[in-house]
């Protein structure tokens, strides 16, 4: 998961930093990482997931997100 976020953070908008998580449930059980620049073009990768709930998706900075999944995988490992 780290690496797609670090390849989808090379098409991020600069300033924003955005990216674009999907989590599809029921049939698909995916998560997608998304990104689009107008100038450099865009990212887009899956990875099977297991996901209870529905359908989410949300724009988040990419920084904040490593950092996050950073300091849980310290924790676990």
Known sequence: LIKRIK???LFSNLGVNGIAL????GNEQKATISSVNGQVGENRSEALCQV???????LLNYRYLLD??????????
């Open 7 to 9: 390849a989808a953070s």
């Open 22 to 25: 999907e989590v599809k449930a």
């Open 52 to 58: 209870s709930g529905q359908d989410n998706k949300i």
């Open 68 to 77: 996050g999944l950073k300091i849980i995988k310290a924790v676990l490992f």
